[in-house]
């Protein structure tokens, strides 16, 4: 972080308009990055043509599409910032958003990635308060990396496509020894599903998020989880029709003696100390995600009785 030159690096497939809405906003920035990267995930529309030729961002064009990890880790490599702000095209900045952030890694040096909270609904009169707090993990939707601590851990994890490759990112950057913050006053508003997969990546969801849990997360998180993606298995199978959801189990069996060896490389390798420490903010996470998952549920069958009288 010796200059802070900023690298952003944002990931296309069929999303150009809302990528010139992101570098629309980024021209509003208090902190002009040092390049901006726009990489092209084979979107086989006309991306590329209306992409291309713009003097405020350079652009990659991928052959393949390797998903959203892929996708940064291609524009990471072509970087040349002392950080990188990974995001997607459907995030809008305030013109403070990067210095926030900023901000925050600069006070810490023991911080990898800084976050902001991102609105889901725009809300020009929010104003965060002045607070860093350490978090498990966030979504990669938004995030400034320290780029030395990004190539050290070997980037987004490759196995992984789609969903989960952030809080990948995330618990191996907390067993290295670094930290993860979300910076509550860097605001930033995101166009829920501008630019995701949607419900008809169940089975992504639930491959990854096995296969990250199975990987460096705790015995008792593992099997815990396990038991959440079994019923989402079943629900989001018969409910949802979506046989799919079934491979999520099998692709980890299959793949279960390279996963537990990653698993004796990065958490094994790890501190005691930062395991403890990624295992005490999981479970805050987790505790959460259940307190959300439950209201969700609740709501939605308020809202069923109400359209059954």
């Excluded at 980024?26 to 713009?54: C, F, K, W, Y």
């Excluded at 900023?102 to 902001?116: F, S």
């Excluded at 851990?153 to 191996?172: K, V």
């Excluded at 006053?185 to 419900?199: E, T, V």
Aim: one cysteine or more; a positive charge.
């Amino acid at each position: 972080m010796s200059g802070d030159r900023i690298s952003v690096v944002v990931v296309n497939y069929r999303s150009a308009e809302e990528v010139e809405g992101f570098v629309a906003s980024l021209a509003t920035s208090d902190i002009t990055p040092h390049e901006v990267i726009v990489v092209d995930n084979a979107s086989g529309d006309d991306s590329v043509e209306r992409l291309s030729g713009r003097d405020d961002l350079r652009l990659i064009a991928s052959a393949l599409n390797t998903g959203f990890g892929g996708g940064c880790n291609l524009g990471a490599a072509a970087a040349t910032g002392d950080l990188i702000f990974i995001s997607n095209p459907d995030v809008r900045l305030r013109p403070d958003t990067l210095t926030a952030l900023l901000r925050a890694l600069r006070d810490d040096p023991k911080l990898a990635i800084a976050c902001p909270d991102l609105l889901g609904a725009p809300d020009p009169s929010y104003v965060g308060k002045r607070y860093d707090e350490p978090v498990a993990s966030m979504a990669g939707a938004a995030m400034l990396v320290d780029a030395a601590a990004f190539t050290a851990l070997g980037g987004f994890d490759d196995h992984i496509f789609l969903y989960s490759e952030d809080a990948d990112l995330c618990y191996r950057t907390w067993l290295s020894g670094r930290g993860v913050a979300k910076v509550w006053d860097a605001i930033g508003d995101h166009l829920a599903h501008g630019a995701g997969g949607g419900r008809q990546w169940s089975h992504e969801q639930i491959k990854n998020g096995l296969y990250v849990f199975l990987k460096l997360r705790d015995k008792r998180s593992i099997v815990r989880h396990g038991g959440r993606m079994a019923v989402k298995t079943v629900v989001r199978g018969v409910r949802g029709r979506d046989p799919r959801v079934l491979t999520a189990w099998w692709s980890n069996a299959r793949d279960l003696p390279s996963t537990l060896r990653k698993r004796h490389t990065v958490r094994g390798g790890a501190t005691p100390e930062d395991r403890a420490r990624l295992d005490a903010l999981c479970l805050q996470h987790d505790y959460w995600v259940r307190t959300h998952y439950r209201r969700e549920v609740l709501a939605s069958a308020r809202r069923k009785l109400r359209l059954g009288r």
